[in-house]
């Protein structure tokens, strides 16, 4: 029951007409505030929805229709198939990001059956793989939020993590640089206790303008002093979600890609079966981990007490050339205009990988699956290279840009429903949720096993759930010895395709029999980097594609860039010229 509801209801009309929103109609749908009428732009759908949180309701459900602007919807998948038809599971996951691969693994620590449903051609193709991969230390949310419980534990899990599953992890850590004189002598205060009230790791305190300098001898003249965070992380968000998933799947959990939700059946209060593009399965509970389209999959499960709205954010690549220059992440955040935009102010992110990144920037997009960059968020990106003064623009190889999947109160949802008793939500997991996945994949497994115990399941621990994943070798990354004897034991390593990332073909070959297969010229990049490069793949795509059909056993022209209708060729015309040459 929401207190005083009609007043908050009141409170939020009068907030609105302030702004010139009076067409804007103001109610309550179950226990959340829902927005209804039309405004003439996307801002303004924006700024009405932002203004309704905070008010005591469960949720904003913001209905609002903006004049000539259709909401696009999701992209599906082409295939249809009867694979799922009958199929029965204790636990359907939709959603093949992070969060939903680590809620995977979770669950298989006990004796049930798991399935992840995934719309898209692979793992980590939304989100989770469009994100800068960092391991946000906990510092920026606002204390006693979701956000900030669930991004310090899931911190700490990463480095026990990492051990287990095989990925690539460091702690190189952030300096938050001040670039006015009065940031120094108030913020401090500020950034401690935000950290004692979120329980941040680590030897966090105030740098002087000397000790910044002595940490990072090419930042710029323009810095006052800093702030250390020295538990800051930074992973391959896509090393971590494969990872996921295959260590999730050799536990007994089936991964399901192309696959579709359609339509959720309900039968006295509980999710009776599941639709799909490749027929029809019945699920013990259903998690919500469908990340931007975590509020539509809510609404067809007829618990519709949020709504999504996309946040694109654009990063940019640096060359490998750019590895040395900098040792740990750096920000400098304007605090005004960052508050404006739910905005951490984006900066330079080292990676594993030894590239450095610039970003991320934050725009509110009507299509949640608009992944198009722009030149005025190119423009923005430009300004964070200022912070190095041995950085420059020619360094920049490549830039893509990611969609968050915001709520109207910016926290998350981690919670069983009020009113499906099998089901359970992992929605609006914007950043840092990336951060948070192992302590979120905690939780949500809990809250499965509680209603299957309730539903009189069994629950058995599994005695033979192995933690530990070996992934692909990195030859690359070997030192001399151990390179020679893998290429010694098996030559397909010694055969380099990608010259920019030094990826072999063994590599790649072991990429397209994983237990989450490759299936594209894409999943290949996300397994072992081939085509990452500087050249894009501008020299390694023949060979790859080449490899491809030869251990997919299917023509050349069915291989596609990410799925179904990305093809890159259209004949065979020079299939012979190349099988000819690399005979020889």
């Known amino acids: 029951m929401i207190k005083n509801a009609e007043k908050q209801l009141n409170k939020i009309r009068k907030k609105l007409s302030r702004k010139g929103l009076d067409a804007v109609k103001v109610s309550m749908f179950r226990e959340s505030v829902q927005l209804k009428g039309s405004v003439d732009s996307w801002e303004q759908k924006v700024q009405a929805g932002q ?107 990463y480095t026990n993590l990492a051990e287990e599953l095989g990925f690539n992890f460091t702690r190189p850590g952030t300096i938050i640089l001040f670039k006015d004189w009065w940031m120094r002598f108030l913020l401090p205060p500020i950034f401690k206790k935000r950290c004692r009230d979120n329980g941040v790791d680590g030897d966090y305190r105030t740098l002087s303008q000397k000790e910044v300098k002595k940490h990072e001898p090419n930042v710029t003249k323009r810095q006052k002093g800093g702030f250390l965070l020295p538990s800051t992380g930074i992973v391959s968000p896509f090393q971590v979600t494969i990872a996921l998933a295959e260590n999730a799947v050799a536990n007994g959990a089936e991964v399901f890609l192309n696959t579709l939700v359609c339509s959720v059946f309900l039968d006295e209060g509980r999710v009776s079966s599941i ?21 539509k999959l809510a609404e067809m499960a007829d618990d519709r007490f949020f709504s999504i709205h996309g946040r ?81 623009p020619s360094m920049i190889i490549n830039y893509y840009s990611g969609v ?21 939500h992992a929605a609006a ?83 397209l029999h994983s237990a989450v297969p490759a299936a594209t010229v894409d999943g290949i990049k996300r397994r072992v980097r081939a085509g990452a490069g500087r050249c894009h793949g501008g020299f390694c795509l023949p060979k790859v594609i080449l490899t491809m059909a030869r251990e997919m056993n299917v023509p050349i022209i069915d291989i596609t860039r990410k799925g179904s209708g990305s093809n890159i060729l259209v004949a065979e015309t020079k299939i012979s010229a190349l099988e000819v040459s690399d005979a020889s």
Not at 70 to 96: K, T, W, Y
Not at 355 to 374: F, Q
């Open 404 to 424: 968050r999947a915001a709520s109207w109160e910016e926290d998350f949802i981690v919670e069983p429903s009020d009113k499906v008793a099998n089901l359970v």
């Open 275 to 295: 639709e799909t593009n490749r027929g029809r399965l019945r699920a013990g509970v259903l998690i919500n981990a469908a990340g931007v389209w975590s509020d």
């Open 429 to 511: 997991i914007q950043s840092p949720g990336f951060a948070s996945a192992p302590a979120i994949a905690v939780d949500v497994a809990s809250m499965a096993v509680d209603i299957l115990r309730t539903s009189g399941v069994d629950i058995v621990p599994r005695d033979d759930f192995n933690p530990v994943h070996h992934g692909i070798p990195q030859v690359k990354n070997m030192n001399a010895a151990d390179r020679d004897t893998l290429i010694k034991r098996d030559p397909a390593y010694g055969e380099i395709l990608c010259r920019c990332e030094e990826v072999s073909r063994g590599e790649i070959r072991d990429a």
């Open 51 to 157: 203004s309704s949180a905070g008010h005591g309701f469960k949720g904003v459900l913001n209905d609002i229709l903006v004049s000539g602007c259709d909401e696009p919807g999701m992209s599906q998948p082409q295939l249809e198939d009867d694979l799922l038809e009958g199929r029965s599971f204790d636990v359907v996951i939709v959603g093949g990001g992070v969060i939903g691969c680590a809620i995977a693994r979770e669950l298989c620590r006990l004796e049930l059956t798991v399935a992840v449903l995934e719309k898209e051609a692979d793992l980590a193709m939304q989100a989770s793989g469009r994100n800068d991969g960092m391991i946000h230390p906990g510092f920026a949310a606002k204390p006693g939020s979701l956000k900030s419980h669930y991004n310090t534990r899931g911190n700490r899990l």
């Open 312 to 392: 694109k954010g654009t990063d940019a690549i640096l060359d490998r050339n750019s590895e040395g220059e900098q040792n740990h992440i750096l920000g400098m955040p304007s605090f005004s205009s960052n508050k404006k935009n739910h905005s951490k102010g984006g900066g330079l992110v080292l990676c594993v990988e030894g590239n450095i990144l610039l970003g991320p920037t934050a725009e509110e997009v009507s299509d949640r699956e608009d992944y198009s960059t722009d030149s005025e968020m190119f423009t923005t990106l430009l300004e964070q290279l200022e912070m190095n003064t041995k950085l420059s």
